[in-house]
């Protein structure tokens, strides 16, 4: 098939037209199960009623207005968001890459104010992802992201291992602005943080007078069966970045500022065109909105236990490791086989999935897929590992 966009995605030729729920149809009406909801965004699935209504209704009134001004929705989703989530302000941005931006512009103004030119170091965890821009693309801890033809890279940033006990003993000083924990280490393969070790690090690193973020641009937004996945790990951090999920599959972003980060950003510190515009505001209601009725929560971590226990069921040889939290799920491959080949070969066979890491197929389904589709949607996994395992 030509190509009419620019391939730096390297995407498949499959041309989707529409969806439902967790499944879609392609061109040619070839149906597929979705377990990767456009990589996490699409929290509420595909065609989701209340979504579209509201997206719908909103159009008619007004889509963007810029932030010369306020918007009713952006005011109504803040304080819903804020109410959500414990927090005490929030900057709306379009994407994880753009809200891991500010809270790194943050970061930076918070260890100036607090420390001079010296406090400038922020630290991340090795395996983890933060975003494509130059920034956040330094700030990521995997060092295949860091090719020389995008060098030099930005100053500042430094890595310890997820938990890593003798590392956080060491590596805060008065040269730390910030940690940035990704709660759930998604594009690093899907790997779980110990919450002890996580609020021992985000100890220290307040110790040495710098503050603590969360990365939940992946993992928040009911990712995990609940809103942050922050909250369960147990950190409390000062900032919390979110995106993907958040609008339902509009481009949105937030960042979130609480205690000692609230009051450090000021007027043209931060801004974007179209952030926060009341398109995507009033989606991210409605997504809340849903996510915060009875149950919710309890169904998503409930899928995810159904997911893993039923992979971990088939003793397939290929599998080395089924884990994850909710509906983010990585299924960790014996070496010898590529993850990226499972993925084609789901797709030839009516399953959307991805790869994580080096040795990871990943599920990140919407969050209310029915078990009819889970069900539909192992069927085909689980042939597809049996066709590599012969």
């Not at 690193?205 to 809103?227: K, L, P």
Request: charge should be neutral; include cysteine.
């Amino acid at each position: 098939m030509e190509k009419k966009v620019v391939n730096n995605y390297g995407s498949f030729d499959t041309v989707f037209v529409k969806g439902k729920g967790a499944t879609l149809w392609d061109k040619d009406g070839k149906k597929f199960i979705d377990f990767i909801a456009g990589i996490g965004c699409n929290a509420l699935g595909h065609n989701n009623k209340a979504l579209v209504k509201a997206v719908q209704k909103q159009a008619a009134k007004e889509i963007h207005i810029s932030n010369y001004y306020l918007s009713d929705a952006g005011l109504e989703f803040a304080d819903k968001l804020l109410a959500a989530t414990g927090f005490d302000g929030a900057y709306f941005g379009n994407s994880g890459a753009e809200a891991n931006e500010a809270a790194i512009k943050l970061a930076r103004k918070y260890g100036y104010l607090n420390g001079g030119q010296k406090r400038k170091v922020i630290y991340t965890l090795k395996q983890s992802f933060h975003g494509r821009t130059m920034a956040t693309l330094t700030a990521t801890g995997q060092d295949k992201f860091h090719p020389d033809c995008f060098a030099p890279y930005v100053e500042g940033f430094k890595t310890i291992a997820a938990n890593d006990w003798e590392a956080i003993k060491t590596a805060f000083d008065d040269t730390t602005a910030a940690l940035m924990i990704e709660c759930v280490q998604g594009e690093g393969g899907v790997n779980l943080i110990d919450p002890e070790w996580a609020k021992a690090a985000a100890a220290a690193a307040r110790a040495a007078g710098a503050i603590v973020m969360a990365d939940e641009v992946q993992t928040g937004v009911g990712r995990t069966g609940a809103y942050l996945a922050s909250d369960a790990l147990g950190f409390e951090p000062e900032v919390v970045t979110l995106a993907k999920g958040i609008a339902g599959g509009i481009p949105m972003g937030a960042c979130l500022f609480r205690g000692k980060a609230a009051g450090v950003f000021a007027a043209g510190d931060h801004q974007s065109t179209f952030a926060g515009n009341p398109l995507a505001c009033r989606a991210a209601i409605t997504v809340l909105e849903t996510l915060q009725k009875p149950g919710f929560y309890e169904r998503v971590q409930k899928a995810g236990q159904k997911i893993r226990d039923e992979i971990s069921s088939w003793k397939n040889p290929l599998v080395v490791q089924v884990r994850g939290k909710g509906l983010m799920i990585g299924v960790q491959i014996k070496e010898g086989v590529k993850p990226f080949d499972i993925e084609v070969e789901c797709m030839k066979s009516g399953l959307c999935v991805s790869t994580a890491g080096s040795d990871v197929v990943r599920f990140l389904p919407p969050l209310v897929i029915s078990d009819k589709e889970i069900d539909e949607g192992l069927k085909i996994f689980k042939a597809v590992l049996e066709k590599f395992s012969a």
